[in-house]
Nanobody
């Protein structure tokens, strides 16, 4: 049974930093052909993908976070990370990690391609 659990959310001021973690159990980080991602959803808005990382380490970022957020993974610890810097009030949202199932050639562009989801962690950025 796959379980993903996010942690590290909190409240920060604009310009601050946070590091989110997503601990995975029952999910292998050492095989090839998987993708993990970070998504966020603000109240009244649709869930959006902000960063993805393929099993070979290739990363993808939404324009809104490019240059400010960094996605990474620790294969031995089966943990996904999102380092967030220069945070802005518009980054306020619930952040979710997600993982694909099976063997895929590329990271899915949207949330529909991800099967496993964490419960989310809240990030609040005040001005």
């Amino acid at each position: 049974q796959v379980q993903l659990m996010e942690s590290g959310g909190g409240s920060v001021q604009s310009g601050g930093r946070l590091r989110l973690s997503c601990a995975a159990s029952g999910y292998s980080f050492i095989i090839s052909g998987y993708c993990m991602g970070w998504f966020r959803q603000a109240p009244g808005k649709e869930r959006e993908v902000i960063a993805r990382i393929y099993s070979d380490g290739t990363t993808y970022y939404a324009d809104s976070v490019k240059g400010r957020f960094t996605i990474s993974k620790d294969n031995a610890a089966t943990t996904l990370y999102l380092e967030m810097s220069s945070l802005r009030p518009e980054d306020t949202a619930t952040y979710y990690c997600a993982g694909t199932s099976g063997v895929i050639g590329v990271c899915p562009a949207g949330s529909g391609g991800f099967r496993f989801w964490g419960q989310g962690t809240q990030v609040t950025v005040s001005s």
